[in-house]
């Protein structure tokens, strides 16, 4: 059993993309079901599975996979549409890895950062590009940006 631990939040600045180069995702969902998602993701030339639980405070159960990329394509004809795309950027700060979603299509304009932790009650340093903290606005989980899209807001 994997346990994710996250807080996310909106980013004011695109300060970040001095320091990183976006990496292209594609994500579906199979299940939006509100207890269990279940996800096939394509980054580069390699693709996931996931599954993951409804969230505990911030924390949730998650199970990822690596499928065969040919797959996972065919997988994604099978989700509910859209297909979120989106790049991701990788920070290291002050010892800590901040991952940056900066969303296409649909999701234009939204922009998101997370960070994991080992557990719910740790400190952290924030950059100076995070905004506002989202991590119990479940508006924001990319499972739901494909029921109401963020252009919709």
């Known amino acids: 059993m994997a346990k994710e631990i996250e807080r996310r939040f909106l980013v004011k600045n695109m300060s970040f ?26 980054i580069g030339n390699r693709a996931f599975l996931s599954i993951k639980s409804v969230y505990d405070g911030i924390s949730r159960l998650e199970y990822e996979y690596e499928i065969p990329y040919e797959d996972a394509n065919e997988i ?30 649909d999701n234009e304009g939204l922009v998101i950062a997370e960070i994991e932790l080992q557990n719910e009650e740790e400190q952290f340093p924030k950059p100076g590009f995070i905004g506002e903290e989202i991590t119990h606005d479940y508006r924001y989980l990319n499972v739901n940006l494909v ?5 919709t807001w």
């Open 17 to 42: 993309k001095e320091k990183s180069t976006g990496v292209l995702y594609r994500q579906g969902y199979l299940s939006t079901d509100p207890k269990t998602a279940i996800r096939v993701r394509t």
């Open 76 to 105: 994604l004809h099978l989700c509910k549409k859209p297909i979120i795309r989106k790049y991701r950027y990788t920070i290291d700060y002050k010892g800590y890895t901040w991952e940056i979603d900066e969303f296409l299509d």
């Open 147 to 151: 029921n109401r899209p963020y252009k």
